[in-house]
């Protein structure tokens, strides 16, 4: 059995506002979200905007907002994840790939935001020399993925995490990122990515967790995903409901 990297059991996450009279009043965002990911392994977490999906990483990364209240276990390689030893694993041992490609500073060189080792990755990923010496608003949207792909590759991290990494991408480009995702899996890496597009996914990572309006529907294998073995209707309604599986299910009936 590989190394597990990364134990999310139990987690909850609720944030505190106040309306109109000072009432202080808590929305619930994910309730009893488990995730766990060995070496080796790609898992998704799939949903529809909205879905909580990304509050994870930022748990996982420790920018969540001051109002936030969380509990459950997080466990990084069987140790528990503390603030203080996620401030010490994130940029390390735990490395995100972002949704947005603004994360490129506008006035740096690519080369220089990069640094040494990450552009010593370029050739790998398609990007050639001449991208060291471009700004970010020189980039298409494919070569931009790929430079954050390089950073995040370029760590020691055992841990990557993909925010919707394939978002207003083209099939081609989409493809093509996945691809390099499922390279570092493969390499021994545990990749977690975030993603509305669960037929996309289906198609790279090892397992599905399945989320809807903060909750955790299920778990399961890509293969029993596509078995049709899944354990709960909304999962089948939302396999059904792609436009890849011919709109079988109509939308409008999902929970």
Request: charged share 20%; net charge neutral.
């Amino acid at each position: 059995m590989k190394e597990k990297i990364l134990e999310v059991n139990q987690l909850n996450m609720a944030f505190t506002s106040y309306s109109k009279g000072l009432y202080k009043q808590s929305t619930q965002a994910i309730h009893n979200l488990s995730v766990n990911i060995h070496a080796g392994e790609m898992v998704a977490v799939a949903g529809a905007s909205g879905s909580g999906k990304s509050l994870l990483a930022h748990a996982l990364l420790g920018i969540l907002p001051s109002n936030a209240c969380v509990n459950g276990t997080m466990n990084f390689k069987g140790q528990e994840m503390t603030p203080k030893l996620i401030q010490q694993l994130r940029g390390n041992k735990i490395a995100l790939i972002p949704q947005s490609v603004s994360c490129l500073n506008p006035l740096m060189k690519v080369g220089k935001f990069a640094g040494k080792k990450a552009c010593s990755l370029f050739p790998r990923y398609g990007l050639s020399k001449e991208v060291e010496n471009l700004y970010p608003h020189e980039l298409s949207g494919g070569m931009a993925r790929r430079v954050l792909i390089s950073c995040a590759a370029s760590t020691d991290a055992d841990l990557l995490i993909a925010d919707e990494p394939t978002a207003g991408l083209n099939d081609e480009l989409a493809h093509e990122t996945m691809k390099h995702l499922r390279e570092l899996a493969d390499e021994g890496k545990a990749v977690l990515l975030i993603t509305h597009d669960l037929y996309l996914a289906s198609q790279y990572v090892d397992t599905v967790t399945i989320m809807y309006e903060g909750k955790t529907i299920e778990t399961l294998s890509i293969e029993a995903l596509k078995n049709g073995k899944w354990k709960d209707s909304f999962t089948e309604q939302l396999w059904r409901a792609l436009p890849e599986n011919e709109f079988i299910c109509d939308i409008k009936d999902m929970k």
